[in-house]
């Protein structure tokens, strides 16, 4: 019976110590240092034999038998070999530039495949961001087959995606796939909201995306994902300038600590004494994320961030400024202060294999308050002789409270997923403007200052209520296809309370609008193979009218809801050993009561409601990476956005003419826009970048009538850049950056009135030298 016993122990002795023989370890993002969920380890024996797989969990740690060498490979990363030395190992994966079209994105607010999304999404990663060393959104986001982001300088911009240049509220700009501002309320400028230093990827989903995000989805949806908590603990500081004074401190960090994780990071940007006259702005920003793994299964993720500007604006010029190249502001007292705090809650729980849920509870809290230099008018008679001049002050507070909720079940039958969610958002909001006296120099046509006439223009609050359901269904019919549905549910309610006297409105005391949508989808994809395919869809997307189209003393006309149509078609190929890729994507978007600006006889605008116009286009995107050292990227559209049935009434010395605009080009419409760069890396030189960019800009017209147009513009960039990796620098990090390298004279942007046409100016050649330093340990 002993030896039975000394059998037994024995053998449960060399299977304990074959099981603690297992390696195990952590997988991280060589640049983000963020754990990788999903990477797939392989290991093999001397002969190269398969002998046992592995995957890494939520915190990128895996567990797998012994063996002579791991490989690990995971989409949108260089795959990596290491031989195996001892039995805990640490990998750090770097992002690559090769299969592209494999890259994850979250275009169901959830990790998938990009030939898994039938639309037109574009991913900017976290290698790109960090090579580019943006000063702007801009100069990242204008990389992406199809988006113009215009620059008017201190962050202020426009925005062109499947529409004209302009400030409407036909994008949606999310953090983390939540709306950075409610529905409804100033969304054009969210993007002053957002803390660069934060940013880990953006995403953009061009077309309507209303079944799933919900309204103003309309050119797109722009789609900023944060950076999460580092797996051990790293940090980062930068320092950078331009010759125009302008000043940027960058500092992030974060740690992980059993089951919880840490990042802060932010910046503080100032700009002094610039290259145009009255413009000085400065900027503070800092982003928290935590998350606490309970288990396996579920983890809360918190986060907030705190953005203020404050920003000098001097408005555009006239042609003469514009072209003498004299930066000179009309005017030195228009300003904006914009601050913006955040908040969300995110408890995720997967239940099973099939079945995942999440639960975000979000908060808002925004002041923007303002003396905006576009409101700054002159009053002339009907001889069109001056009079006087205006303007206003104007302030906007609003707080959100909300709710979105979603749940995904995996089921066998065809392969088949479904998503089902609900949103809830709670923002009242209130919103004064004052009438203010403009003194004005006539022969120098500069505004001397203003006198506060304490005159309330417009004095209101707004119960905002947004709730949506929404429901996405996608199956495989074959192996190949997969077919994707989708319905969302909107029911936008706004509850106007007037604050002014019945006799100094023209507003009732209290007024409800409520607008109820819905938005379909259906589209599909199909893989071709190696790394080939293609897509189609059919979406709806929808604009209720901003609470200043409806209750704004300066709207004397009624808007309705606009509602859009899109059908669209691409695909996607890869060539030459995948180290080619193009995508391509058609489309065709009909709008029905289009919201748009329209110039009056008195040089101010209104919006309308165009009966019907059309925008159709083509968007094409190449890299080709020949060499593992050199990289080339190519990036255009080809649009033509156009009025279907549209009309204004001109009356003159009173009588009444009715204008058609069917058929003509709209407004601040480029046909071609591009934007290509030459990326080199040198094997020899190990750390060094450089890239040479090139943006393209075609003519467009500058009123409706097409009578007068703006010329095309090319702008070129250069960028250099070292990473120190040898052992007594390691972590350092310079760049020096040649914005406009040509010193370009050209507009971002061209608006037209009756008597003039006035320009935002580009900023002249900008030289931008950076140093950073980083470290990481695990």
């Not at 919880?260 to 994320?289: C, E, H, M, P």
């Not at 409601?609 to 159709?616: D, I, L, Q, S, V």
């Not at 003159?652 to 826009?673: E, F, L, Q």
Request: net charge positive; with cysteine.
């Amino acid at each position: 019976m002993k030896r039975y016993y000394l059998v037994l122990i024995l053998f449960i002795s060399l299977f304990s110590k074959a099981y603690s023989q297992h390696i195990s370890g952590t997988v991280t993002d060589a640049l983000t240092h963020e754990p990788l969920p999903g990477v797939t380890i392989t290991g093999t024996d001397s002969t190269q034999s398969i002998k046992c797989t592995a995957i890494t969990d939520r915190r990128g740690v895996f567990s797998i038998k012994p063996a002579t060498t791991l490989k690990f490979a995971m989409v949108g990363y260089e795959s990596k070999q290491i031989k195996v030395s001892n039995n805990n190992i640490y990998v750090a994966l770097q992002p690559s530039s090769l299969d592209l079209q494999q890259v994850v994105v979250s275009a169901s607010r959830e990790g998938q495949a990009r030939e898994d999304a039938p639309i037109a999404i574009s991913k900017t990663g976290s290698v790109q961001i960090q090579d580019t060393k943006a000063t702007a959104i801009y100069q990242l986001l204008n990389k992406v087959p199809g988006v113009n982001m215009v620059n008017l300088n201190s962050e202020q911009h426009m925005m062109q995606i499947r529409q004209p240049i302009t400030t409407k509220a036909l994008y949606l700009y999310l953090e983390d796939g939540l709306p950075i501002r409610p529905t409804g309320i100033f969304q054009h400028n969210a993007l002053y909201e957002i803390n660069m230093a934060g940013v880990k990827d953006i995403e953009v989903i061009k077309g309507p995306a209303s079944s799933l995000y919900g309204s103003n989805a309309i050119g797109g949806a722009v789609n900023f994902i944060t950076q999460g908590p580092p797996q051990g603990y790293s940090g980062y500081v930068a320092l950078q300038g331009d010759n125009y004074h302008y000043r940027r401190a960058d500092a992030s960090g974060g740690f992980t600590a059993g089951k919880f994780g840490l990042f802060v990071g932010g910046y503080i940007a100032d700009q002094k004494n610039g290259w145009q006259d009255y413009s000085d702005f400065r900027k503070r920003s800092i982003t928290l994320n935590t998350t606490y793994d309970f288990n396996a299964s579920t983890r809360l993720t918190t986060q907030a961030s705190y953005n203020y500007l404050h920003t000098e604006t001097p408005g555009s010029l006239d042609s003469i400024r514009f072209y003498n190249k004299s930066y000179s502001s009309n005017q030195e007292f228009a300003y904006r202060e914009v601050k913006a705090t955040r908040a969300s809650t995110k408890l995720e729980h997967r239940w099973n294999e099939r079945n995942f849920t999440f639960l975000t509870a979000f908060f808002r809290s925004n002041t923007t308050g303002q003396l905006p230099s576009y409101y700054l008018s002159d009053v002339r008679n009907s001889s069109g002789q001056y009079v006087s001049s205006n303007g206003q002050i104007n302030e906007l507070n609003l707080h959100s409270y909300g709710l979105l909720a979603q749940h995904r079940s995996d089921f066998s039958f065809l392969q088949s997923k479904l998503i089902v969610g609900a949103y809830v958002d709670n923002s009242p909001s209130k919103y004064f403007a004052k009438y203010l006296k403009i003194q004005k120099d006539l022969a120098n046509n500069y505004y001397t200052g203003y006198t506060n006439t304490d005159s309330l223009i417009d004095n209101y609050k707004i119960k905002l209520f947004n709730t949506a359901v929404y429901a996405q269904y996608e199956f495989k019919p074959t192996d190949a296809l997969r077919i994707v549905t989708g319905l969302r549910y909107d029911r936008v309610y706004y509850n106007f309370n007037n604050s002014l006297p019945p006799n100094r409105t023209k507003y009732k005391q209290q007024q409800k609008n409520s607008f109820n949508i819905v938005a379909p989808k259906v589209g599909l994809t199909y893989d071709l193979g190696n790394n080939n395919g293609f897509y189609g869809n059919f979406s709806v997307g929808f604009q209720p009218p901003e609470t200043g189209d409806l209750y704004s003393s300066r709207q004397t006309r009624p808007v309705d809801q606009a509602t859009f149509y899109n059908y669209e078609a691409g695909g996607w190929l890869t060539a030459l050993n995948k180290r080619m890729r193009f995508e391509l994507s058609v489309y065709d978007m009909e709008g029905r009561n289009e919201i748009i600006s329209v110039l009056q006889a008195d040089n101010t605008t209104q919006n309308e409601n165009a009966g019907a116009t059309r925008h159709r286009g083509i968007e094409y995107g190449l890299t080709y990476v020949p060499v593992n050292q050199l990289a080339f990227r190519f990036s255009g559209t080809n649009a033509w956005h156009t009025y279907v049935n549209f009309s204004t009434i001109q009356t003159v010395g009173g009588k009444s003419t009715t204008i058609s605009y069917d058929g003509n080009r709209m407004v601040n419409a480029p046909v071609w826009i591009a934007n290509s760069e030459i990326t080199y890396k040198p094997s020899y030189l190990d750390g060094f970048r450089s890239s040479f960019e090139w943006q393209h800009i075609g003519p467009y017209y500058k009123d409706n009538a097409n009578a007068r147009r703006y010329d095309r513009y090319d702008v070129f960039n250069l960028r250099l850049g070292y990473d120190l990796h040898q052992t007594a620098l390691k972590g350092i990090g310079v760049w020096f950056n040649v914005i406009n390298l040509t010193n370009r004279l050209y507009a971002t942007n061209v608006t037209s009135s009756t008597y003039s046409d006035t320009y935002y100016a580009a900023p002249p050649r900008t030289y931008t030298l950076g140093i950073s330093y980083s470290f990481a340990k695990h």
